[in-house]
C-alpha cells in the first residue's frame, strides 16, 4: 500500500556519457562544444554549450553534469522528494545518423541506460524497487531497416529495467503514420512498452516571427504542436484500431490534443475521404492514450483530465460497422457521464514529470520552479481527491510501468 503513494517521474532526461562523448565529436547541430567562459569569476576556464534545435543562435545553452552524471540525477530526486524516475535520453536522439551508425549506437546505449538503472540505489522503503527505470531507443531513422528496428526492440526487452522506448516524431522519415511502421507498433503492442511520444523538430520557425524571443515560442508552442500532429496522425492512419494494447504516452499533457479533440472529430465526420475510416470517433482514442502530467497548471490537467475521461461517451459499441457505414451518429452524447466521474476517470491516465535537467531555474534555488509547479498543479486540481492526486503523482506510473 505504502508503494501507492511513491512520487515517480516519467519525464527525465539524460544525455548518457556515451552520447554527450558523440556530440562533442560533431561539428555541427546536434553538438557539445567548449568556448572560453566570458564569466569573470571563471579565471579563464572554458564552459561547455549544448546546440540541439534548429534556429537555435549559435552560442547554444550551457550545459554540464546534470545531463549526463547519474548522481546529479540522484540529488535533484532527493531535493525534490521523487522516489523513482523512469529516464529516457533527450532529443534529437539517433535521428540525425546514418542507419547504420543509428543501430549500433541504440544498441549501445541502450545497454548503457540498464547499467545505469539496474547499478543504481534500491528504494529504501521498497528495496524491491530501483529508483531509475528507463525508455530505451530504437533507430528511428531515415532508411531504417526493419531488422534493425525489431531486433532492437528484441534486445530493449532483455534489459529488465526498460520499460519501454522514447520516439521521436520522424519515425523511419515519413512520420508515425508510415505503413512502414506497422510490424514495429504490432511487436510493440504484443510487449507493453510503453512508448514515450516526445517532440524535437517544433513546427516551420517561420511562424515564430522576427523578434528575439529567446526559446520561448518554440518550447512553449512548437513543441506541443508537433507532439499533437504526430499523434493526430497515428489516430487518422488507424494504428489504434488496429494496434487497441499499444501503449502510447504524450509529452506535455499531449500538446493540443485534448483541446482540439472534438474540432477533429468534427473535421473527420465532415471529410468525405476519412468519414467512415475510423472505428470510433476521434474522442475515444484519448482514452487509450496516456499523458503526462508536464502543464505547469491545475486547470490545464483538470481540462486534460476531462477530455480523457469522457472518451468512453465516444467509444462505438459496433466498432466494425459494415461498408459504408462510419461511425458519424453512434456516438453516445459527451454529457453521457457527469462531470465529477470524467475528471476521476481522466487522472488514471496522467502521469507526473519534470522534464529534468531542461527548464532549470534562471537562479540557483533548492528547489526548480518548474518541478514545485507541475506538483502544485496536481495539488490544486478541483475534483480530484488525494486517492486521484496519489495515481497521479506515482500510483498510475508503478502500473504502467509494471512497478508494483
Ligand atoms: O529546452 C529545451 O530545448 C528542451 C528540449 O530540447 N527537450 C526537452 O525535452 N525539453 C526542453
Redesign the pocket.
Given at each position: 500500500m505504502a508503494a501507492q503513494r511513491l512520487l515517480v517521474d516519467v519525464h527525465s532526461?539524460v544525455y548518457l556519457p556515451r552520447y554527450a562523448s558523440f556530440l562533442r565529436s560533431r561539428t555541427s547541430a546536434p553538438r557539445i562544444f567548449s568556448r572560453p567562459n566570458p564569466n569573470p569569476l571563471a579565471n579563464g576556464k572554458s564552459e561547455e554549450r549544448l546546440l540541439?534545435?534548429d534556429n537555435e543562435p549559435s552560442v547554444g545553452r550551457p550545459i554540464g553534469p546534470q545531463y549526463w552524471d547519474r548522481e546529479e540525477k540522484l540529488k535533484f530526486m532527493d531535493r525534490h522528494g521523487i522516489d523513482i524516475s523512469i529516464i529516457s535520453s533527450?532529443?534529437p536522439w539517433l535521428d540525425f545518423l546514418p542507419a547504420s551508425t543509428a543501430h549500433e549506437l541504440a544498441r549501445e546505449l541502450n545497454t548503457d541506460l540498464e547499467t545505469y538503472c539496474s547499478t543504481a540505489p534500491s528504494l529504501a522503503s521498497a528495496p524491491s524497487l530501483k529508483r531509475l527505470y528507463g525508455f530505451g531507443l530504437l533507430p528511428l531513422v531515415t532508411f531504417a531497416s526493419m531488422t534493425s528496428l525489431l531486433d532492437t526492440i528484441d534486445q530493449i526487452l532483455t534489459l529488465p529495467h526498460l520499460r519501454g522506448i522514447i520516439m521521436g516524431t520522424k519515425g523511419v522519415g515519413r512520420g508515425l503514420d508510415d505503413p512502414a511502421l506497422e510490424p514495429v507498433w504490432h511487436v510493440l503492442a504484443q510487449s507493453g512498452l510503453v512508448v514515450f511520444l516526445?517532440p524535437?523538430y517544433g513546427v516551420d520557425g517561420q511562424a515564430w516571427g522576427e523578434q528575439e524571443n529567446g526559446?520561448v515560442l518554440p518550447?512553449a508552442l512548437g513543441?506541443p504542436f508537433e507532439t499533437t500532429t504526430a499523434i493526430t496522425r497515428m489516430i487518422l492512419s488507424g494504428v489504434f484500431d488496429r494496434h487497441p494494447t499499444l501503449h502510447v504516452l504524450l509529452?506535455h499533457s499531449g500538446g493540443t490534443l485534448p483541446l482540439l479533440s472534438s474540432r477533429l472529430a468534427s473535421c473527420i465526420a465532415h471529410d468525405p475521404i476519412v468519414a467512415s475510416r475510423l472505428q470510433h470517433d476521434a474522442r475515444h482514442y484519448l482514452g487509450k492514450l496516456y499523458f503526462d502530467a508536464v502543464a505547469y497548471g491545475a486547470e490545464e490537467l483538470g481540462f486534460v483530465s476531462d477530455a480523457i475521461g469522457r472518451a468512453g461517451a465516444f467509444t462505438n459499441p459496433n466498432p466494425n460497422p459494415s461498408e459504408g457505414e462510419g461511425v458519424v451518429g453512434h456516438t453516445a452524447n459527451s454529457r453521457g457521464v457527469g462531470l465529477e466521474v470524467r475528471r476521476i476517470v481522466g487522472s488514471a491516465r496522467m502521469l507526473f514529470g519534470t522534464?529534468h535537467p531542461?527548464?532549470p531555474p534562471l537562479e540557483e534555488t533548492e528547489r526548480w520552479m518548474s518541478v514545485v509547479e507541475n506538483l502544485d498543479a496536481i495539488d490544486g486540481v478541483d475534483g480530484w481527491g488525494q486517492e486521484e492526486k496519489d495515481a497521479v503523482r506515482g500510483g498510475n506510473a508503478l502500473k504502467l510501468f509494471g512497478l508494483s
Open positions: 532526461h540541439i534545435l533527450a532529443n516526445h524535437h526559446h518550447l513543441f509529452a522534464d531542461f527548464f
